[in-house]
């Protein structure tokens, strides 16, 4: 089945821009993955009438709607009865839904299932259920008159769970074609870098195509190929992944991993090395982002968010001395910072973070956007000087980003830029 | 006029999910702000035929559409000619279009213009035309058989620009109407309990109406009144605002404020006291979220993020016969970190959380979802367990919303419930 596609968004708070619809983008990333053309991307408020409309309008120009939003117990969830009555289904009682919303009230929750809640494991006749880990709103899937209609809970982490555990699976099980993709993910290098460096492979990339998705602070490439048989896709890939792999050597962070961190938590565990973190202007978003990762605990011990002057000293053991002549932010406090954090963790490593974050200078005149990362080893410490540019969010994000690649090089012995 | 919109944005990216469509999120907070009423978004690809049958969709369900996109000087941007045919409009020469194009790449790019940018000054006949001062493609309004149309560029910079310093005065010199929203912040309860309390209010509230978000581990409400004044739509608001506050009482964190940590680190400014935090299973993301806040050192001096046991005794000072004897998910170490956070950083007061966040019981056979939270302030050390559940992200954040909303209740003098 070759599908064309309709991403449907419900939800009044889009409309008033409250958050953006990252669910469509998400979804769209998805399907991209296994062949399937997005045309239209639709969203629509908390209204009936209007989103009945939307839905006759969809059926006509695309054979598989997708929904976003409004399946959940309150009165204002009505995705699955305005959909029912358009497609002429009526909403049937699905006891193994409602045993997975009791399941996750017991096990999640831990607390009694509010009035109405069962509400939810109505759904239409005939549908294949998507069981939902990560909520409690069940998915579903039905066809009707030759369209295909998915309806996903809109809270991002659940639409995210059950796009690629339940709806990605489901669309591949139909498929005679495989699609496989790789994520080559790099650091260190901007999007129109990366694409002119690839300029004429991405010029003569058919299958596998190769695409480039922007994140914050990185790079990620998307290549995609088509056969009859997952074999058949890796032939394909392979002699472009190796042209890539030259082409971007060591800015290459990984392939197909989650992130810098997820790497970083690797190749620690792989060389039985622990790590530490001194943060100053990232907070703890270092040690937040490696603790994201399950098993963390065998690879990174801890650190110290030292925010003030006085955490640097009376627990970090920065000298006074330092603090007052270079300031807070300055090479030789980055360079004790991850020496302390080191020696008072124990760790074979720390790295260090201090810089100015804005949104203004810092009392010593340093512009925002300087920062000073650090690794303490047990060959030495080195520091690194950053002009990150403007944006507090933006500038805690690359700081991070350096730090860790910062570990990952050193722990690859790859250079240093 | 009294104008309900279809906001259309234009660009193959947005279909492969390269991008989420924040042009649409930000023109619509925009527009709330002056009264326009946002029934819809569309996304749709650079294609012209699918944009021409877009644009008639819109015209019959939308007074005023708004396109992002495709106004770019390069062959797929046909934005432009699409909607002139569609509203029969013939495409003219701006001279002072030009004249600004030409400017911007004399004063910002600093080079010649390559052929064919100035296409970009082609514009509808009659319209009135919207200088781009970040970036070369002029936006512009017209009105067409009873529809305003507004051609506004898609690059999110130039977007925004244009949309604030262009669309809102032009829109705002032909509104009367004002809309005003209110958002109220409440933790402890869920949104279908907020409901159940507010189930009366929430039947009769039309003008101002009144909306759950769910986000995780809280509940907002929004409250919207429409008026033709700020101050009848506040006289509107205050006997609903007064109603919610009494049903909700101190689960109301706060009202139009950006989170529980922006409201900590405001309430410990106004007091003029100190925080630190020992963390273990949230790993540093009670230290991120305080110093997301801009201006959080004045209240945040840091912490430590003690992941493992060494780290809980080195650095924080926890006795080690208690973590030999209770473990390290335990209200005694919980009580010693948070006092040992107090100690070594010197702050008024002291969050501690230690717990298991998961895959996995702890080597105690402590259940996933176990957390202790500690508050340690000049009145003595408070600790409280929590049974959070399953899910890993989950836990996290839900751990840091129960520390921080101890900190406020302390602040506020609240009672826990």
Known sequence: MNYTAEIIAVGTELLLGNVANTDAQMISEALSTVGVNVLYHTAVGDNAQRLEEVTQIARKRADLLIFTGGLGPTYDDFTKDVVCRTFGKELVFFPDAAATIQHYYDTVFCRPMPEGTLRQAWLPEGCTFFRNDAGTAPGCVFEADGTTVVLLPGVPSECTYMTQQQLLPWLRSRSPQVILSRDIRIFGLSEPKVQAMLSEVMDEAVNPSLAPYAKTGEVMLRMTAKADAEEACLRLMEPMLAQVRTILGDHIYGEDVGSLEEVVVRLLREKKLTLSAAESCTGGLIAKRLTDIPG??????????????????????????????????????????????????????????????????????????????????????????????????????????????????????????
């Open 296 to 417: 963390a605990s065998a690879a990174f011990c801890g650190g110290v968010v030292s925010y003030t002057n006085e955490v640097k000293h009376a627990v970090l053991g920065v000298p006074q001395d330092l603090l007052d002549e270079y300031g807070a932010v300055s090479e030789p406090v980055a360079r004790a910072m991850a020496e302390g954090a080191r020696r008072i963790t124990g760790a074979d490593l720390a790295l260090s973070v201090t810089g100015v974050a804005g949104p203004d200078k810092d009392d010593r005149g340093n512009e925002v956007g300087t920062v000073f990362v650090g690794l303490s080893t047990p060959e030495g410490t080195a520091v690194r000087q950053l002009a990150l540019g403007r944006g507090r969010e933006r500038i805690r994000t690359m700081a991070a980003h350096y730090a860790l690649d910062m570990v990952r090089r050193y722990l690859t012995d790859t250079q240093q830029e």
